[in-house]
């Protein structure tokens, strides 16, 4: 157990459909990080947030967005859904405190996403 | 654009056995190269982790090594286990400034260690 929980664990929405992905990082930890895995593909890093704050963005389309709350924990908003956001979404966290990439990322269980 | 390639795209050993997966990366320059493992439908569990001027880097039965001027990467896994049947994730971080220090992913390597 890594110490990341997600919610939901599994979740079936049609398309056109806004849907919100929860996640609670490690006690502690600063930073949290969100990551598409579709079928076949490799891990897709999405967005990170550093203490409340945007820290870094990666393929994360305009329909998507999210946030860090004061308590840390992070929600992804994901909107006017598609077939091909069918994926599993990953939330990893991590203390923060180095620079550089060298921060250890504990990923939590992830949430499964099917858009019907 | 930063890649990172593995091969085999899956593998299956008998247990046991040795086996050898492979990561070649473009990216440059960068600060650190990590081996992850993934069970089905779980997320990914850091293994080893590299700098560019470390060639090999152990962890109980994985180790992995790392020859920064061809860049490749491989991890080696030896008497296999039932329990290391999983995806194995080669992950490069390309060094702060170089963009930025967003991980960059491997597809992975799918292991089956049969009986």
């Known amino acids: 157990d890594s110490g990341v929980t997600q919610t939901p664990k599994h979740l079936i929405t049609a398309t056109g459909q806004r849907v919100t992905l929860r996640c609670s990082p490690r006690?502690?930890?600063?930073?949290v990080y969100w990551y598409q895995q579709s079928l076949d593909q490799g891990l897709q890093f999405l967005i990170q947030?550093?203490?409340?704050?945007?820290?870094a963005k990666g393929n994360i389309l305009e329909r998507f967005s999210a946030q860090q709350f004061p308590d840390l924990h992070s929600e992804l908003n994901l909107s006017s859904l598609e077939l091909g956001d069918s994926a599993l979404y990953f939330c990893?966290?991590?203390?923060?405190?180095?620079?550089?990439?060298?921060?250890?990322?504990?990923f939590g269980p992830g949430t499964r996403l099917t858009v019907t | 654009k930063n890649q990172v390639e593995q091969s085999p795209q899956s593998l299956i050993i008998l247990e046991g056995k040795n086996c050898t997966l492979q990561?070649?990366?473009?990216?440059?320059?960068?600060?650190?190269l990590r081996w992850y493992k993934q069970d089905t439908g779980r997320g990914p569990v850091s293994l080893t982790i590299?700098?560019?001027?470390?060639n090999t880097k152990s962890n109980g039965r994985y180790t992995a090594t790392l020859d920064a001027d061809t860049k490749q990467s491989s991890l080696h896994i030896t008497a296999s286990q039932l329990s290391d049947s999983a995806s194995y994730i080669c992950?490069?971080?390309?060094?702060?400034?170089?963009?930025?220090?967003?991980?960059?992913f491997g597809k992975g390597t799918k292991l089956s260690v049969i009986p």
């Open positions: 006690s502690g930890d600063l930073s």
């Open positions: 590299m700098t560019f001027s470390e």
């Open positions: 992950v490069v971080t390309p060094k702060a400034g170089a963009g930025s220090y967003q991980l960059t």
């Open positions: 947030y550093y203490n409340g704050e945007e820290r």
């Open positions: 990893a966290s991590s203390a923060g405190t180095s620079g550089g990439g060298w921060d250890e990322q504990y």
């Open positions: 990561c070649n990366y473009t990216v440059s320059p960068f600060s650190n």
